[in-house]
């Protein structure tokens, strides 16, 4: 490895420039890799692993437009720099539009491709040259798989601009961590990061949490609060759960976002406020709109950029690596407790369909690591696991009509399908208890004895 230990694919098919330019990156500490057509650099491009690739425009057979196209569908994360004549310039420019990282005007200058070359390693490495510095914004976020790799990288570029986040995905994929590492990658990661659940926070408080409040505003309400937002100025606030949020709540939120202040409750003087807004849901914003349950105008304002986490089941390489690192968390890194899975217990893991996505395949490793009594993990421990923390508990209206139903059912049988005396027990008059049957498809008839 050279000094610097990034690499470089250098692509033209021109030999002499590239020998020229494979020196002048080279004196500067690159390793550098060389292709004299675009289909060699595809051949090199899975044995060098380049953090950049700089290739000319015009080549024979697939040029530097192609391979661009082809390099991206195989990793988004890595820069593209195109060399270009003087005449085609605006096919440069135009490429920069379809992502292309930069482009370099021949005659190249030396230092011109040392910088633009250090420009794009800074993207690819994440604004340092140091690798390890570099990761640490996604330590939080266990993963090797494509589907994940490609949600950081465009998490990473997001990171830098002040743009609303929205984080989309089903529950317990991990919104929360994804918006702390979008936060650990921006200019604003030495100020506060303030998480919000808009639905662990009662509807007749959440204003005030928001908000704040003015001394006086309402019984109790004995000194000034600051609220949320004022909390995390110069920071990022955090609303999870945001198609929960109440509608009279949208329109102020919006006002917020709009004005960049807030009005405190009780208070006439708004209060200037800086905040990024990453927000995250698992409902569909879009089927709310429809049903007058969420503002489109801030869907609008909070869908600047979106982001979407996969389920569990669509990034199966992960299962291994989660597992593991939650054993050695709930280890505790002592090395006698340490326990292994078997790799038919890991198979089970991988297979199972995974409703409550990470969330869930850490209870199962947790009540599996709690019942094993030897260091390890078998198929029957995860077997019990898995078919203990499938049991989800049903929403309320699901829950209300089972109920309904069973106590219909329960009632006839007792009073052998008489339905005037199952009517009076229920409290009942004849016709409403005939609506509840024919709502629950139940015939009476069936329990005469």
């Known amino acids: 490895m ?12 021109e030999a002499d420039l590239l020998s020229l330019w494979k020196v002048r990156l080279e004196s500067n500490g690159f390793e550098v890799t060389t292709a004299l057509s675009g289909e060699e650099a595809l051949a090199k491009m899975s044995v060098v692993n380049p953090h950049v ?23 988004k994360t890595i820069p593209v720099v195109i060399i270009t004549a003087h005449g085609s310039i605006p096919e440069a420019v135009e490429a920069t539009k379809q992502g292309v990282f930069s482009f370099l005007t021949k005659p190249i200058e030396g230092k ?7 420009k794009a390693l800074k993207l690819s490495t ?22 994940m790799e490609d949600l950081l990288s465009r998490a990473k570029l997001v990171a830098d601009t002040d743009s609303t986040v929205l984080i989309r995905g089903e529950s317990g994929t991990g919104k929360e961590l994804l918006a702390i590492a979008i936060h650990r990658a921006s200019s604003r990661k030495d100020e506060p990061f303030i998480p919000v659940n808009c639905t662990a926070i009662p509807e007749t408080l959440l204003e005030s949490e928001l908000f704040g409040h003015a001394k006086g505003s309402f019984t109790g309400a004995e ?22 949020m109440p509608l009279h709540l949208q329109v102020k939120l919006l006002r917020v976002l709009q004005e960049k202040q807030v009005r405190p409750v009780g208070s006439s003087t708004p209060v200037p406020i800086d905040v990024r807004i990453i927000s995250a849901t698992h409902r569909n914003l879009e089927e709310a709109i429809e ?16 982001l979407e986490l996969p389920p569990l089941h669509k990034r199966k390489e992960d299962i291994p690596l989660l ?16 326990k292994k899975i078997t790799p038919e217990a890991m198979q089970i893991l991988v297979d199972a369909a995974w409703p409550g996505n990470i969330r869930q395949l850490y209870n199962v490793i947790e009540n599996a690591f709690a019942l094993s009594t030897s260091s390890l993990i078998t198929e029957n421990l ?68």
């Open 2 to 13: 050279s000094e610097k230990g990034y690499k470089v694919l250098l692509v033209d098919d």
């Open 53 to 75: 690739v700089i290739t000319d425009l015009r080549m024979p057979g697939i040029d530097g437009m192609a391979l661009f196209e082809a390099i991206r569908e195989r990793n």
């Open 112 to 118: 011109e491709l040392i910088r633009v070359t250090e």
């Open 126 to 147: 994440g604004g340092t040259l140091d690798q390890n510095e570099t990761d640490e914004w996604r330590s939080d976020i266990i993963s090797k798989s494509a589907i």
């Open 223 to 244: 000194k000034s609060y600051f609220g949320l937002f004022q909390s995390a100025h110069k920071g990022t606030l955090f609303l999870d759960e945001i198609g929960d």
């Open 291 to 306: 049903e007058k349950m969420f503002r489109q105008d801030l869907f609008y304002r909070l869908n600047v950029v979106s």
């Open 323 to 338: 597992a593991e690192y939650f054993l050695g968390i709930l280890s505790d890194s002592d090395e006698e407790q340490m």
């Open 382 to 449: 995860l077997h019990d696991a898995i078919k203990q923390h499938q049991r989800k508990i049903p929403p309320l209206s699901e829950a209300r009509r089972q109920f309904e139903q069973q106590y219909l059912i329960q009632l006839l049988q007792t009073t052998n399908g008489n339905v005037s005396q199952a009517a009076r027990i229920a409290n009942r008059n004849r016709t409403d208890f005939y609506k509840l049957l024919n709502r629950h498809h139940i015939v009476p008839s069936l329990y005469k004895s």
